[in-house]
DNA sequence: CGCGATCCTTGATCTGCCTCATGAATCGAG
DNA sequence: CTCGATTCATGAGGCAGATCAAGGATCGCG
């Protein structure tokens, strides 16, 4: 089924003063396949929304009625028990369309972890868009199948892996994710609360766990906000339980 | 994103002696879309395979060579950790797709739990039919969303539920989707051990907790595969924590 | 640069579920 | 039917991670 490559097809550049001419995440977000003209009815059919951490983008059920595409910052899908216990059920990176449901509200309440940038489309718009453009169903199979596979994983490591292979794993998905600064200086946007429940653990065994990795040498705390790995060997044995 | 409405849409009968005449579950799998001619062609693409319980059906890390349609029995998908730990990320139904990927090699191991009868097509000719059937991709699209939707639900039972909590949940899916028969008997096709591997839990937490709701009497075990909810309210409020 | 708020770390203790062990119920084969 | 194999139930004890508690680091703001 393979409808598209790892990377979307490239297309020619859009004219300076084309509404998505400085956009730095065309070629990744679902826009990506589609050409100068469709590009702009598309984009025309919606604002740019922006929103600082903390706010919430789309609260669950909510009638959804609007689609966006990530453009800059980072969300997490969350969902709330009734007592309060959260789960977080993953996060979006530039790139990633928000809105893959069937159902009339969502199931998932969508909040800004860091200030934000999306494209919004009315959803009647854009189930016309989808209609008349077959390379943007494809896509959006594409990345709802994606999804489907890494939520399945996510299942795996929920389900049986201890809190060292849970906190390894994490880490090792945030290194392939976030941007590499010099010196391999990794970005954790991520607070220790969300990391716990996207983990389903509590924050001071995330806490603990990742001062286990410091003392064994495994990776080294660089500030708050950013780590780096020591030896990449040991945390891959790690995540894997070995 | 309205694409498909809940049940498939209503097609005129097919002739005796087509292929998928006397299929149960045409209208509830993706061939659903499809009209006579086209469904004759789909099917003619691929055999009829059948396996007994405990057989594997497609195997984790094989090449993704074919995609299935299941018209009766029952599936999981499981994945196995190098140390023997196995998480079921879900099961299949009659009437559901298996093969919804765009990797290369399939993430999951597919087997059948009871004797399990499935269409199977190859993959390049089914991307064929899906390139000229775009209510085909359209369905296909809806069918991943709802697998989505669902494992993201899963995620908060593994991630935040208690093991009764996780029971109780897994009872109630189960009285939705098996054959209710006299009585409101409800069938369980689901060994202790294939619980236990789906909920997170070990089997004798999982036998433990069936045993609560007994005494309870929240339900009462018919037989060791069936059982009758006698408490629904209970068992719903039981489900969600409160 | 001082102050409160927030986030993070670390220690001590508790507990829900796991592990280990055993026997009972059920099932299929002969 | 009987017998062995498998699945399920249940008890006793242990442990990974939760909970409770306290202090330290970092950040935003006047």
């Known amino acids: 089924m393979n409808m598209m490559g790892k990377i979307a097809p490239a297309l020619p550049d859009l004219e300076p003063g084309h509404?998505?001419?400085?956009?730095?995440?065309?070629e990744l977000a679902v826009c990506g396949v589609?050409?100068?003209?469709?590009?702009?009815?598309?984009?025309?059919?919606g604002p740019t929304v922006h929103y600082k951490a903390g706010d919430t983008v789309v609260f669950e059920a909510d009638e959804a009625a609007n689609v966006y595409s990530l453009t800059a910052g980072l969300l997490r899908l969350s969902k709330l028990l009734p007592d309060g216990r959260r789960q977080i059920a993953g996060f979006l990176f530039p790139g990633d369309f928000l809105g893959i449901?069937?159902?009339?509200?969502?199931?998932?309440?969508?909040?800004?972890?860091?200030?934000?940038?999306?494209?919004k489309f009315p959803r009647s718009r854009f189930d016309q868009m989808v209609a008349s453009n077959p390379q943007l169903?494809?896509?959006l199979y594409a990345v709802a199948a994606h999804e489907l596979a890494a939520a399945r994983q996510q299942l795996v490591l929920l389900g049986r892996k201890t809190a060292t292979e849970r906190?390894?794993?994490?880490?090792?998905?945030?290194?392939?994710?976030?941007?590499?600064r010099q010196g391999a200086e990794i970005d954790l946007p991520i607070s220790r609360i969300d990391m716990a429940d996207y983990l389903g653990l509590r924050i001071e065994t995330v806490?603990?766990?990742?001062?286990?990795?410091?003392?064994?040498?495994v990776i080294q705390l660089t500030g708050r906000q950013t780590f780096r790995i020591i030896?990449?060997?040991?945390?891959?044995?790690?995540?894997?339980?070995?």
């Open 101 to 119: 449901t069937m159902e009339e509200e969502h199931a998932f309440t969508a909040e800004a972890v860091a200030p934000s940038t999306l494209c």
């Open 167 to 180: 906190v390894a794993s994490f880490l090792l998905m945030i290194s392939g994710r976030c941007t590499t």
């Open 207 to 217: 806490s603990r766990e990742i001062s286990a990795l410091k003392v064994a040498r």
């Open 137 to 139: 169903e494809r896509r």
């Open 34 to 45: 589609l050409e100068a003209a469709a590009l702009r009815a598309f984009k025309s059919s």
């Open 19 to 26: 509404p998505c001419f400085d956009c730095a995440v065309r």
């Open 231 to 242: 030896d990449r060997n040991r945390l891959d044995q790690l995540a894997d339980g070995e």
